[in-house]
T-cell receptor, first 115, second 114 residues
Framework: KAGVTQTPRYLIKTRGQQVTLSCSPI?????VSWYQQTPGQGLQFLFE???????NKGNFPGRFSGRQFSNSRSEMNVSTLELGDSALYLC??????????????FGPGTRLTVL | AQKVTQAQTEISVVEKEDVTLDCVYE???????LFWYKQPPSGELVFLIR??????QNEISGRYSWNFQKSTSSFNFTITASQVVDSAVYFC???????????FGAGTRLFVKA
């Protein structure tokens, strides 16, 4: 079974641009979560999608948005990039409805550098 | 608000030593879930264990063991007879019942020297 895939793996953008990151969950998984990992703030929850609906949202500005398609693939978008958005963006997928019975599987991440 | 604190930033041990990683959490929920993840140098987070708030039974799995104590809001993780391959960053995490909104600690970087 293929794992969680994220594309692209590396990305360099300049301030003010926008970026779209993609995540393909494990086949059959319906929940996709996104996290931002930086040396200063650590791992922070961005949002979670389940069956094309945003189920949870972290404390990030509106420049960060996401969506999930009917095949469970998810994209996250960051508009008007700032230097502080440089980070490793991790995607995780899971199968069930309940966090007490399921496991999140993480992808390798997309390393975004904003210049 | 939920919070996870891992006070140990880095730990360095020699192979075959036992090492315990500390985790203290805060939550007002009565039902919650605690996790440990491992992030090796490759970057992918690997799930190690999940515990729910009603299950304080400690567990041993091979060289790994976990100690969950609600009275002190702690969920510590011990590696027995550490190996070089255990070198990684270990994250303690907390989630409520409303899906995978997981709050992570800052992580503890473990170095195991041969």
């Amino acid at each position: 079974k293929a794992g969680v895939t994220q594309t692209p793996r590396y990305l360099i953008k300049t301030r003010g641009q926008q970026v779209t990151l993609s995540c393909s969950p494990i086949s059959g998984h319906r929940s996709v979560s996104w996290y931002q990992q930086t040396p200063g703030q650590g791992l922070q929850f961005l949002f979670e999608y389940f069956s094309e609906t945003q189920r949870n949202k972290g404390n990030f500005p509106g420049r960060f948005s996401g969506r999930q398609f009917s095949n469970s693939r998810s994209e996250m978008n960051v508009s008007t990039l700032e230097l502080g958005d440089s980070a490793l963006y991790l995607c995780a997928s899971s199968n069930a409805l309940r966090v007490d019975t399921d496991t999140q599987y993480f992808g390798p991440g997309t390393r975004l550098t904003v210049l | 608000a939920q919070k996870v604190t891992q006070a140990q930033t880095e730990i360095s041990v020699v192979e075959k030593e036992d090492v315990t990683l500390d985790c203290v959490y805060e939550t007002r929920d009565t039902t919650y879930y605690l996790f440990w993840y491992k992030q090796p140098p490759s970057g992918e987070l690997v799930f190690l264990i999940r515990r729910n708030s009603f299950d304080e039974q400690n567990e041993i799995s091979g060289r790994y063991s976990w100690n969950f104590q609600k009275s002190t809001s702690s969920f510590n993780f011990t590696i027995t007879a550490s190996q070089v391959v255990d070198s990684a960053v270990y994250f303690c995490a907390l989630s409520d019942t409303g899906g995978f909104k997981t709050i992570f600690g800052a992580g503890t970087r473990l170095f195991v020297k041969a």
